[in-house]
C-alpha cells in the first residue's frame, strides 16, 4: 500500500494501509489506497496520483486511469482530468509498464534441437519475437529462456547472439554460459557461424549462383525498414537458385542463401534491391502467394564450433509446413 508523498509533491494524502518494507521488484499488479485530504481537493486525478505515486511516469497512470484501474469510492473513474474532492477514497491498480515487465520469465513451449551444458540450439516458429521491443514486450523468446534455465538471468539478453525476424523461422544458437556466449559472440563477429536459408522470391532470378554484397543500414525514408544504402554496414549474401515457376500469373524463384554477415534483414532487403522481394514480405514488396501470408524465409542449417570443445556442429531444420508447402510448389509443382 502506498504512503504520504514527499515534500514539494502536488497532493497530500492519508494511507488507509501502511506502506510495505518489500523492496524486491514484483510484476504483479498491486493496488493502493488512500483516503484524500483537503490538500487535493479540486486537483486533477492524474496530478494526484503523480505526487502519491512517483515512481510511475504521469502518462503512465493516465494510461492506467483510461484502463479502469483508478477508482473514487469504488466507483471507476476513467476521465484524468477529474477533479477529486477531499474525503474520497482514492484506489488504483498499479500495472507495471509493458517495458518493465520484458524481462521477466514466461513459461512456453520451445523446440529445442540440441542442448547441452554450454549451448541450446533452438529451431523458432515463424511469429515468435526472438527479444523484447516495443510492440512485442512479452511471449519473446528471451522470455521463454528465462523461464527455461535460471542461469539465463545472469546473461546478457540471456544468452542470445543472434537473431531472426519475428516471421522467420528456423535455427538459433543460444549460450548458456557467460564463457559460452563470449565465445559465440566471437565466433559471430568472425564470421565462424554458417548460416544457410531457403527462400521464395517473385521474379526470375536466373540459374546461375550470385553474390550480393551491398552495405545495408537503416532506410532514410522508411525509419521501419533497412535498405542498401553507403551510410550503412557492410553485408554479404550468396544466393543459388534452385528452381523458378509460374505462380499466380508470376515467377517465383525458391532460392538457398548464405549470410557472410548479419544485418538487419539482411537477406530480405538484398534480393528487394534487385527487385526479388520474397513472397510475402509485404514490408519489401513482397505479395502474399503460394498459401504465404509472411515473408517467405527459413534458416534451414547451422554450422558452428562448440565454443568451449571446438568440435564441429551441424544442424539442419526442416520448414514448417506453410513454408514446406510453398516451397514444395516451386521446386517439384
Known sequence: MGGLPGPGAAARAAAI?????????????????????????????????????????RSHLQDLIEAGEARLDDAVATV???????????????????????FTPQAMALDVVYEDADLLVIHKPAGM???????NW???????????????????????VHRLDKDTSGLMVVGRTLEAVTALVRDMAARDIHRRYFALAHGDVGADPFTI???????????????????????????????????????????????HTGRTHQIRVHLASRGHPLVAD????????????????????????????????????????????AWAAVVSG
Open 282 to 325: 509485404t514490408l519489401y514488396g513482397g505479395r502474399p502467394a503460394l498459401g504465404l501470408e509472411r515473408q517467405a524465409l527459413h534458416a534451414a542449417e547451422l554450422e558452428l564450433a562448440h565454443p568451449i570443445t571446438r568440435a564441429v556442429l551441424r544442424f539442419e531444420a526442416a520448414p514448417p509446413p506453410d513454408f514446406a508447402a
Open 213 to 259: 554484397d551491398a552495405p545495408v543500414g537503416r532506410d532514410p525514408v522508411v525509419r521501419v525498414r533497412m535498405a542498401v544504402t553507403p551510410q550503412g554496414k557492410p553485408a554479404r549474401t550468396d544466393v543459388f537458385p534452385q528452381a523458378r515457376r509460374q505462380i499466380d500469373g508470376g515467377t517465383v524463384s525458391a532460392l538457398r542463401c548464405v549470410l
Open 129 to 135: 519475437v526472438v527479444h523484447p521491443a516495443a510492440g
Open 17 to 57: 494501509e501502511p506502506a510495505s518494507d518489500d523492496s524486491e521488484i514484483d510484476s504483479s499488479p498491486e493496488t493502493r489506497e488512500w483516503r484524500l485530504d483537503i490538500a487535493a481537493h479540486g486537483q486533477r486525478l492524474d496530478k494526484v496520483l503523480a505526487g502519491l505515486v512517483p515512481e510511475f511516469s
Open 80 to 102: 484524468a482530468s477529474r477533479k477529486v474532492k477531499a474525503g474520497q477514497k482514492l484506489t488504483i491498480t498499479l500495472v507495471l509498464p509493458a517495458e518493465a515487465r520484458a
Open 138 to 160: 512479452s511471449g519473446t523468446l528471451l522470455n521463454g529462456l528465462l523461464a527455461r534455465d535460471t542461469g539465463a538471468a545472469r546473461l546478457p539478453r540471456a544468452g542470445i
